[in-house]
């Protein structure tokens, strides 16, 4: 340190610039005067500042970052086998974990725990991503994938708590903000809790509003950047004045009538392991189209009507959720019949009138 400090001093004296080129292209380390907030004595030609600086030593990228991005790479091509055996070269060696720390150990765990889930080897993703939340004091990918994990399983009370866990640590990620209140939504309303379900999807429209969120794709780590903040930005207004004005638009009638279909293929993927459920691939950004159709039937809850819980009824038998599935079609069929029920007591009181 007194040597850093005497070159300090003696790079200001003699008022010319230290800093080699090799120094100006590594990463560097400030001098005293600068963390001390003294002006320093010269500028670059844009009028910035130049603080005497020393380049620091760049060691070589860690072997255990290098086998994960191979791994990665290996499960992006759907070659879950060799990325898993990859997974394992960090954890069967025994030196490598141990002089990891635990930031990286989560990577590692969290790396894995996706993997498994891609492979559909659920149980032992489950344990690789809770061994993952444990190395980690805010969790939240760990937290979202096996929220991911748990809802696959069928287990969506378990789901529902890990997406509320999401909500909690992720207050100013609009990004994992966005698609936590979608997918918590969504499997409400499948699971039974319609209105809980609209609560949070409402919630996800006024965020969508705010100008928060955007591309849907996963973070490695958590901490640090990964998503806007929750406060309006520039072009919130924007949002909702063309939202309004697409629901204003009678060119808009044909999207609308696509409404039912829409929310069915929309509660389908909040449960399914992609995102957005509209998206031709994993980690695209939504369409704005989607906020309209979700505005629209949020607005207008008659939208939701017997024919709508009756599809998802009928898709979700499809996909063997059976139990949620015969929950939706009676609830459709009680539609029906109370609206039958309506309509012939109307018809009722309108033939007693007309012989009176």
Not at 7 to 30: I, N
Not at 100 to 124: C, I, K, P, Q, V
Request: proline share 4%; glycine share 12%.
């Amino acid at each position: 340190l007194g040597a850093l400090v005497l070159l300090a001093m003696t790079a200001g004296g003699a008022g010319s610039d230290a800093t080699t080129t090799k120094e100006k292209e590594e990463p560097y380390l400030l001098g005293y005067r600068a963390l001390h907030g003294m002006v320093p004595g010269a500028v670059d030609r844009a009028g910035n500042p130049q603080y005497e600086s020393y380049s620091a030593p760049q060691g070589p990228e860690p072997v255990w970052r290098k086998v994960l991005t191979k791994a990665r790479e290996a499960a992006e091509a759907g070659q879950y086998y060799h990325a898993i055996e990859a997974h394992n070269v960090v954890f069967n060696n025994k030196y490598m974990y141990t002089h990891m720390t635990n930031h990286a150990r989560y990577e590692a765990h969290l790396s894995l725990g996706r993997t498994l889930l891609r492979a559909a080897m659920y149980a032992r993703a489950e344990q690789t991503l809770y061994e993952a939340a444990s190395l980690h004091p805010e969790p939240i990918e760990a937290y979202k994938s096996l929220a991911i994990c748990k809802t696959l399983e069928g287990k969506w009370s378990e789901a529902v708590s890990l997406w509320k866990n999401c909500l909690f640590l992720a207050p100013t990620n609009a990004r994992v903000h966005l698609e936590a209140l979608q997918r918590l939504g969504g499997l409400l309303i499948v699971e039974g809790s319609v209105n809980e379900g609209r609560h949070y999807l409402h919630r996800a429209l006024q965020l969508w509003e705010q100008g928060g969120g955007g591309g849907a794709t996963d973070g490695a780590t958590d901490g640090g950047a990964g998503g806007e903040g929750l406060l309006p930005g520039p072009e919130s207004d924007s949002k909702a004045a063309t939202r309004a004005k697409w629901a204003a638009d009678p060119a808009s009638r044909a999207d609308k009538a696509y409404a039912n279909q829409w929310m069915v293929e929309f509660l389908l993927g909040t449960i399914s392991l992609n995102w957005p459920p509209h998206g031709m691939r994993d980690g695209d950004a939504q369409q704005d189209l989607d906020f309209f159709l979700l505005g629209e039937l949020m607005g207008r809850p008659s939208l939701l009507n017997s024919k709508s819980f009756f599809d998802l009824g009928t898709a979700l038998w499809a996909v063997g959720s059976w139990q949620s599935a015969v929950n939706h079609m009676n609830r459709g069929l009680a539609m029906t019949m109370a609206t039958l029920e309506t309509t012939s007591n109307d018809d009722g009181d309108a033939v007693g009138s007309g012989s009176g």
